[in-house]
């Protein structure tokens, strides 16, 4: 498969993602059992990230593990901003910019300060509402980000991750 192709079928992948890791309902207890789940599985294979779980106007979680550093903190602000304005899992958005700097293209006038083009967003989305806020990990390689946050997704809404994972890159 060519290289173009193989990208839109991984994009086409990540969008079914964001529509099958949707919530029925979503609130402060929701999101200390999510991010205490990534934090868990994290810990477990020894991975050094820092999650965070924010509604669009408060931030409800927030952990970090061994590995660190105040870097991760300002990534996730960077993608949390780029999952605030596309309402996208920000993985999406790097495939589909197809950039190696981690910033959008100057025409569209985000702030490379305040908008890091790269994965490990992912919109919370509540059916009947819409995208209320995200998910962010930092810390592995930008696809083990995106990939580290559907896995908890998945096994916290129950969804067989075999058929939500992306392919091997």
Known sequence: MAK????????????????????????????????????????????GVAIDISLWDRRLFFAATAGTSADNHEWIRRKFNVVRRFHAATYRLVLQHNRDDSMFAPHRGLNVEDYALAGGGFPIRVAGIGAIGAVVVSGLPQREDHNLVVRGLAV??????????????
């Not at 964001?18 to 609130?27: G, P």
């Not at 129950?158 to 890159?169: I, K, N, T």
């Open 4 to 47: 173009g192709e193989e990208i839109r079928h991984q994009i086409e992948h990540i969008i079914r993602q964001e529509e099958a890791l949707t919530f029925t309902r979503f609130d402060e207890n929701t999101a200390f059992e999510l991010g205490s789940l990534i934090r868990n599985i994290a810990l477990e294979e020894k991975l």
């Open 156 to 169: 916290f809404l129950g969804l067989d991750l075999a058929g939500l994972a992306l392919p091997s890159a």
